[in-house]
C-alpha cells in the first residue's frame, strides 16, 4: 500500500487515540492584544437531539454534548472564566504571552469546559461507542493562533501530564484535567513569536 494511502488509512485510530483531548480554548490573537475565541465545552446535555425526537423505537439513555462557542475579546488580558484561575498577560510590544494557570479542585476555567471525573466516565461510552476510552474530556487544550511564527512554548514548573507545543503561528498547552484540579503550584507559561 503507498505511504500516503496508509496514512490516511491510519487517521482515523489516530483520532481515536487521542479523543480525550476534545475540549479547551482556542485563541485567534490579534497584533492589538484583541482575540477570536472559540471554546469546546463538554456537557451532560439534558435537552434531546433531533435524532432523539424523531427517532423511533429507542429508549434512549445517556446524552453528551460537545458545546462549541465563539465569540470576540476585544482586550485578551480581561478573560476570565468566573475566576482569576486562567490569566493572560499579552505583552504585544515585546511580541510575548504569559498564562497564568491556577489549580483547584473549583478552577473557574476548568468548570467550564468539562465536568467532573464521574460525569466524564459516565459520558465516555456515548462519546465513544466503541469503549476504547473510559473517561472523555480528562485533557484541556489551550491553543493560541499567533500574529507571526512561534519561537517559544514553555511551561514552568514541570506538572503530571502537561505538555507544551509550537508548530508555525499555533502554540499549545495541554494539561489533564486532575493536574488541573490538583492543589499545587500555579503553572506559568510564556509564548513568544517573531
Keep these: 500500500m503507498p505511504l500516503p494511502r496508509l496514512l490516511l488509512w491510519l487517521l482515523p485510530c489516530f483520532a481515536a487515540c487521542s479523543g480525550n ?51 470576540a475579546v476585544a482586550k485578551l488580558a480581561d478573560l476570565r472564566f468566573g475566576d482569576d484561575a486562567l490569566q493572560f498577560t499579552p505583552r504585544m510590544d515585546a511580541n510575548k504571552l504569559t498564562v497564568r494557570i491556577e489549580r483547584s479542585a473549583t478552577a473557574g476555567w476548568v468548570t467550564a469546559l468539562a465536568p467532573d471525573k464521574r460525569t466524564r466516565e459516565q459520558l465516555a461510552p456515548v462519546v465513544d461507542p466503541s469503549r476504547k476510552v473510559t473517561e472523555v474530556g480528562d485533557a484541556l487544550r489551550i491553543e493560541i493562533e499567533l500574529p507571526a511564527a512561534a519561537v517559544g512554548s514553555s511551561v514552568l514548573p514541570s506538572a503530571r501530564g502537561v505538555e507544551v507545543g509550537r508548530d508555525g503561528r499555533r502554540a499549545w498547552l495541554s494539561i489533564p484535567v486532575a493536574t488541573a484540579r490538583e492543589p499545587g503550584e500555579a503553572l506559568t507559561w510564556d509564548v513568544t513569536w517573531n
Excluded: C
Excluded at 497584533?31 to 463538554?42: C, E, F, I, K, W
Excluded at 439534558?46 to 462557542?69: D, F, I, Y
Design 21 to 71: 483531548e476534545i475540549v479547551g480554548l482556542h485563541l485567534r490573537l490579534q497584533p492589538d492584544g484583541s482575540a477570536d475565541l472559540t471554546a469546546r465545552a463538554l456537557v451532560a446535555s439534558p435537552t434531546p437531539s433531533p435524532a432523539e425526537v424523531t427517532g423511533k423505537g429507542v429508549n434512549w439513555g445517556l446524552r453528551a454534548a460537545l458545546v462549541h462557542s465563539q465569540g
